[in-house]
């Protein structure tokens, strides 16, 4: 029989033998307020960085577990811990982080604007619009990653109904189709789009109408989320 020591000692070596890389988790939160889809960023805090924006990110503790440390990167830098984080993607190019290997997991989020306060702890802490970042030279690979992510979304809005969270409680459907325009960046005919979503009965009137708006106050209707999750199956996606 083997000694159980042996099998520790060559399980020990076998690890020490591998390659060190690091690993952090990134948070790409996305938001939309003035009907634009904006996303979270803060000023990195690397000197070869200094001025550039960056995502919420950090290096996972020791015996920290990915998600943990995710839901912990966003309370220390936003002060909100009540968001619901999705893991990503991982991207682990060698040259992605000018100290070393760095893996990192990327953590996507949804969120209403107007009812997630940010608190700022330690560093600049800005929403910007998506369609901004083409101007920006951002920190690392997070350009690369914010794109990646934003083509996630945009297949993901069309096969289920997660553009809901970004919206408030009630909105109009001027407000809903602005914010599939936001994150489609296409130009919506407004029957058309009325009719699909219609067609789905998953909007409820509230017999409520805008206020304090420029244009002629329109309808505010709710997403019966009770609804969906009873009959999703029969969510078929929207086609645009």
Same mark, same amino acid.
């Given at each position: ?15 020490n ?21 904006k ?32 839901n ?25 982080? @000018?100290? #070393?290997?760095?893996?990192?997991l990327?953590?996507c &989020? *949804?969120l209403?604007? =107007?009812?997630h306060?940010?608190? $700022? ?13 083409k ?8 350009k ?16 289920h @109904?997660l #553009?809901?969270?970004?919206?408030p409680?009630?909105? &109009? *459907?001027?407000?809903? =189709?602005?914010?599939?325009?936001? $994150? ?24 409520e ?6 244009h002629?106050?329109?309808?505010l ?16 996606g929207?086609?645009?």
């Amino acid at each position: 029989m083997t000694d159980k020591s042996q099998h520790l000692k060559d399980s020990v070596s076998l690890v020490n033998s591998y390659h060190k890389a690091a690993i952090s988790v990134d948070c790409v939160i996305f938001g939309f307020e003035d009907e634009k889809l904006k996303i979270l960023l803060i000023r990195s805090d690397l000197e070869q960085f200094k001025g550039k924006w960056s995502l919420l990110g950090d290096a996972i503790k020791e015996n920290e577990e990915l998600d943990n440390a995710a839901n912990r990167v966003l309370l220390e830098r936003t002060g909100m811990n009540d968001v619901y984080l999705e893991q990503f993607e991982a991207f682990s190019n060698p040259n992605r982080h @000018p100290g #070393g290997r760095v893996i990192t997991l990327a953590y996507c &989020s *949804l969120l209403n604007i =107007q009812h997630h306060e940010l608190e $700022i702890t330690d560093n600049e802490l800005h929403w910007h619009s998506v369609k901004s970042l083409k101007d920006k030279d951002l920190a690392f690979d997070h350009k690369m990653i914010i794109e990646k992510c934003f083509k996630w979304l945009q297949k993901r809005i069309q096969e289920h @109904p997660l #553009g809901f969270n970004l919206l408030p409680e009630r909105f &109009s *459907l001027r407000t809903l =189709q602005s914010l599939y325009e936001a $994150i489609l960046n296409i130009e919506l005919d407004r029957r058309n789009f009325r009719k699909k979503f219609f067609s789905m009965d998953y909007l409820t009137d509230t017999g409520e109408y805008e206020t304090d708006v420029k244009h002629r106050p329109g309808k505010l209707y709710a997403f019966n989320f009770e609804k969906y999750e009873k009959n999703k199956r029969k969510w078929t996606g929207i086609d645009f």
